[in-house]
């Protein structure tokens, strides 16, 4: 494709492209902004951009990461999500049938998920300026009456819910990316969470935090959970879920999966009262069928999250500075 | 008769030992009088009477002192006359209080004189567990605050009879003023407790010792945590604690009656006998017997591999009990699950020890702070420490004299290991060791320690040092307390660190010449960003020069490599052979290693750099080499499990082997590489060439090639001394045969031996370099 105003062609085959495949009243109406109707309630908004190596992975894709990535931020709010808007950059030269596959996969997602896109926009920047495609999403959502979901309310002897496997999206990512063969594919794990959160909340309205353990893993999200709430976290390294696969691939490659990006995973806290109910809730989900029990919120002054290993000693589960350098003298 | 006066001044370890009432004995002896005291300082004695008797007095001072005490200095001054009167006199004064920098001593093996009370039927302590005096027993373990008096440590709960407190409030008996002065009518209680309930028995002890004959394994609350111990001569008893502590291989520790036995064991020089006997009673690494009929033998489970065994003495009463109520040795391992520290309280050890021991042996005198055992070894050149704690710490290691006027330090330590540093007036106290701050049990008693010993020895520190690697706990820590204490946090590499404890433990000044220093290390980080661990330092506390290092070699899966020796072997072979090499075209000998490993994946790990640093790294170079000799190649099951076993298998082979030949490149920085020695080494295995001498040949090269770069480098730069150090060097034969051959050429050659070569000096290191930056 072509960028600026020899691109007259170009722009017009990507609006119909994003018009055949994204159709919907509101985007149908073709003005600028999208006109909404009322909404009662709080809302809540949130935005997210994605860049990620390769654009086609197992279990997704660019497209459908943007649309699940923004969907859960909205969803971690304790929101029920309503609408979508999507802006693109394409690199100059970026291939016609990709990007046709990417929006597809990006209205399959939204229409899974049952909430449209409503606006968009596009750009194409000079070849060397992008790195293919970027796709920037932004979510609007609603909240429930009754429901504060936030990292304040974390507090000491809440049960620490995971909703499924750590690891598979980082670590399908990382495969795909750099050609490694293990003996069974590794798909991302990519989904989203809303209708869980939906389940979870109707069975127990009080839920505390919610939060998609992504980039940094669970670890990141659990210590980011300690510092900003002031507690402390235990866990149980034996029962947190992990897919054997995905265990033998990070042994290999000297990864910890603690801290491996997720996609379609959450961490739920609440009352110790209420974690039977909302592991049964997520249970019952399709994506909340490896749900477990992974821990508790402890008082704490070091604000530090530790883990009891399967052998019985208890280790600190840190914050790292970067990437993972050996700590072994 | 002219009756002079004297102000006497004595500095060092010389409270909370007996030394008011030495110095009260001794002025009675010479007739003087006067008065003695403790204070901030250390103690103040103040004598009156004739001059020649003074003298005498105070060359007794020095050469009687009692055994737990250590004298730094003693300062006299003659105070001006006339006294009227003079005192009639010589009193013990109450102590004057005051900031400490006195400190505390170590806690020290039960002295004769209480061995022989407890064993005397006749004797109120016999068959106490918990008798002690002024020369022995209990002192860190017990202490939680200053002043050091027995309110403030775990014996307060105690109240002494009326016998005991005229002991210790009589300055002629040997129990005066002795803190943890206890007997059966009023001190500590030892009971047996099995499932959770209490044993009814008159003798808990012979109890234990019934289940130990049985097989059985018994944890007992010792002086700063507890053992697991079974009989050492029982395999199955042996392979069960294995089994049940999940301790497959690391080797475990022996506590011995007396001499005697453990030379029906190993062979014990006199040096080793009297590292043995020291009042530290340490773990002693010593050379295992060859089998014999002889009784006892030894399970074959306690050392696997090994040629070595660590013994220790007994080193409380309790233990002198146990062991002689059991025929023979006790396997006397510390007692805690696989990743924690040893357990110190009796609720934890019901929860945390209940799983692996049949019963217990409990008191209820409470241990404040863990102390492992210490391990020592003796090395031609003296006693090598190797695990620094109970017995040994807190004592204070005095430093060169050019430190006194640097800023005081607080040197955090490295990550595994631990330990810290405070430095202050050319006095370094390192704490003891603490393991691997991973851990969140030692990370909790890494911050209680430091909390305690900067109260204890009312320590502000000007600067704080930490290791350059940002992820270290220890390093974060420094930082949080720097910004809180707003004073200056200095990032030191852990490499110069090492070298720098070197330096200091053999008291080189802050403005000393430059000298060459050779770690030998696993790995740290360097000042370029990568992995250090084979390095020449050229350069001394103030700063180096990486003169030379080890040819970097990747470590695939970073911290995995150290857990997986085959990944290094790949990595080597790689490095030596480039992409030709694969597993498969690799000698016969070499493939079984390889069968069952994805080496296509960490050999695109290699190329590819994802996750794998790069390393000069002496200690992966020995996983290697133990790799391809098929030793641990899938996996170590403890800390520096390969160069513990390629030692033991290279000694016997050692006077008969030729070293393999190693790259020397000269340039600047030079570089050790590795491609020659892995031709004859792999031409070696294929021939059949037995693993011993493979072990030793690599050996012998190392030290040829080291030896050759070092003076290579010292020559260009006309260095005399050189110091080694890094964790690589508790290896024997790398130590031993770098200290000949460079004394050979006539350098002079300083190794650690007061603290460990391992991280466990480093925060000595760090404080150095930090006070003289
Ligand atoms: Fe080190
Ligand atoms: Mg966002
Ligand atoms: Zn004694
Ligand atoms: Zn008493």
Redesign the interface.
Known sequence: MAHGGGGRATAELIADLFQHHLTNPILDQGNDAALLPPVAGRLVMSTDGHVISPIFFPGGDIGSLAVHGTLNDVAMAGAEPLYLTVGFILEEGFPLADLEKIVISMARAAEAAGVPIVTGDTKVVEKGKGDGVFITTTGLGVVPDGVHVSVERAEPGQAILLSGSLGDHGVAILSKRENLEFETEIRSDSAALHTLVAGMISAAPGIAVLRDPTRGGLAATLNEIARTAKVGIHLEENAIPIKADVKAACELLGLDPLYVANEGKMVCLCEPGDADAVLAAMRAHPLGRDAALIGTVTEDDAHLVEMETEIGGVRVVDWLAGEQLPRIC | MTVTATHVRIKGLVQGVGFRPFVWHLAREEGLTGHVLNDADGVLAEIFGAADRQQRFLERLRCEAPPLSEIVSVETAVLAGPFSPPPQDFQIVESVEGPATTGIVPDAATCPACVADIFDPANRRHGYAFTNCTHCGPRLSIVTSIPYDRASTSMAAFKMCPECQSEYDDPADRRFHAQPNACPACGPQLWAEAEGTRIETADPIRWAASRLAAGEIIALKGLGGFHLAVDATNDAAVARLREKK?RPHKPLAVMVRDLEQARTICHVSDREAALMEDRAAPIVLLRLRAKSAEKPALSGHLAPGLDQCGLMLPATPLHHLLIAAVPGPLVMTSGN????PQVITNEDARR?LGQIADGFLMHDREIVNRLDDSVMRADRGGPVILRRARGHAPAPLALNNGFQTCPSVLAMG????STFCQLRQASAVVSQHMGD?????V?EDYEKTLTLYRQLYDFEPDRIAVDL?????STQAGRRLAADLHIPLIEVQ?HHAHLAACMAEHGLPPDSDPVLGVVL?????GSDGT?WGGEFLFGGYKGFERAGHFLPIA?????????EPWRNLVAHLRAAFGTDWSPSSASSSLSPIFTGK?V???E??ID?G????M?SSA?RLFDAVAAALGICATRQSY?GQTGVLLEALARPYLSQATAYPVDISSGTPGMLSWEVMWEALLGDLKRGTAPGLISARFHLGLIKAISEMATHIAGDRNIRTIALSG?VLQNAILAGGLYEQLSAQGFDVLVPGKLPA??GGLSLGQAAIAAVT
């Open positions: 999940k699950r696989s990743e924690d945390n490295g990550e595994l290991k701050l991973e851990s969140r049990p990370l690697h940002p992820d270290f706990v852990h290390d696993g790995s740290g980080l992995i470590l695939p899966g970073g911290a995995a490599a150290a857990r994805t296509s994946v960490i695109h790990l590819s994802l996750n794998t640093p390393a200690g800390e964790g391992n991280d």
